[in-house]
């Protein structure tokens, strides 16, 4: 398993998911600057969290512009698998490899903390042979996680099954109307959603910061086993 980790100016949790899927997961995992158009024949391709050119213009606007990007495209338009977290969901969708847009959060305050996502669909590679239900707790860091789309596009990642994960809360319980659980108001309380062919999938939330029980704090390593799912498929 070869795992290329898309590093641009700002990005900062690059760190975390080489350690995940290189030191926890024994993949062959690499970083790839943003300037560069060489993937190194991986099998896939992470955007990670961060703060890439600052977040001027708006998230992801001008990272989408950089020269690894065409690589990217070309890479999951032959169906390779691609992973957006956190910064790297909002880069996907304004390259329109994801449907949707991420907004400011209800509030207008950024928000560190612990939420709770429910595996809503297996039909991306993220959750492809998880058993639907099941519950992550891992942190979220951002301004900008409100996830929209209108309403046909809203129905049409709905009746696809796109939508990957949803803010829920300790039970699994989805309650789309209330900030406790819907932390950052996102339309249908959306946490990650995946392209129509399931090869593409973005989420805001960071699992790769709860795979291990000595640092996950309340999320233990529940956010461990999609990313050893990935490995073994």
């Known amino acids: 398993m070869r795992v290329a980790v898309v590093v641009f100016p700002g990005t900062n949790c690059d760190q975390?998911?080489?350690?995940?899927?290189g030191g926890l997961?024994?993949?062959?995992v690499f970083p790839v600057w943003h300037r560069d158009?060489?993937?190194?024949?991986?099998?896939?391709?992470?955007?990670?969290?961060?703060?890439?050119?600052g977040d001027y213009l708006r998230t992801g606007a001008l990272a989408k512009l950089s020269p690894v990007m065409d690589s990217v495209r070309e890479f999951?338009?032959?169906?390779?698998?691609?992973?957006?977290?956190?910064?790297?969901?909002?880069?996907?969708?304004?390259?329109?490899?994801l449907p949707g847009a991420l907004l400011e959060n209800v509030g207008r305050r950024f928000l560190s903390q612990f939420v709770r996502i429910r595996v809503e669909s297996t039909v991306g590679f993220f959750t492809a042979g998880r058993e639907g239900g099941g519950v992550i707790t891992c942190p979220?860091?951002?301004?900008?996680?409100?996830?929209?789309?209108?309403?046909?596009?809203?129905?049409?990642i709905e009746d696809n099954r796109q939508v990957v994960f949803r803010y829920c809360d300790p039970h699994g319980v989805v309650e789309a109307g209330t900030l406790e659980c819907n932390v950052n108001g996102s339309r249908?309380?959306?946490a990650g959603v995946s392209n129509r062919a399931g090869n593409v999938v973005g989420l805001m939330p960071h699992p790769e910061r709860a795979?291990?029980?000595?640092?996950?704090?309340?999320?233990?390593?529940?956010g461990l086993e999609p990313f050893r799912a990935v490995c073994k498929s």
């Open 76 to 97: 999951a338009g032959k169906g390779g698998r691609v992973l957006g977290i956190c910064n790297g969901f909002q880069i996907l969708c304004e390259a329109g490899l």
């Open 25 to 28: 997961l024994g993949a062959e």
């Open 211 to 222: 795979v291990e029980a000595v640092i996950g704090y309340v999320g233990g390593e529940s």
């Open 188 to 190: 249908n309380a959306i």
């Open 140 to 156: 979220i860091a951002h301004f900008q996680g409100n996830y929209f789309a209108d309403e046909e596009t809203l129905k049409e």
């Open 37 to 53: 158009r060489d993937l190194k024949r991986a099998d896939l391709v992470v955007l990670p969290g961060g703060f890439s050119y």
């Open 16 to 21: 975390d998911v080489l350690h995940v899927f």
